[in-house]
């Protein structure tokens, strides 16, 4: 997968939690926590400006 293949996933994983943090089914904390994780698994730093 290519780096740009990498952020348009990350990206669009976290458009999705972010709605259900709209919706009320998770809080601020547990999105955080899949940030940490999608933007790990997608291989973007914690400084990444795509975050």
Do not use: C, P
């Not at 740009?4 to 955080?32: N, P, Q």
């Amino acid at each position: 997968m290519s780096r740009e293949e990498a952020i348009i996933h990350y990206k669009t994983a976290v458009t999705v939690f972010r709605k259900w943090l709209t919706e009320g089914l998770i809080s601020e904390d547990e999105l955080a926590n899949i940030d940490a994780v999608v933007a790990q698994k997608y291989g973007l730093s914690s400084s990444s400006i795509y975050r």
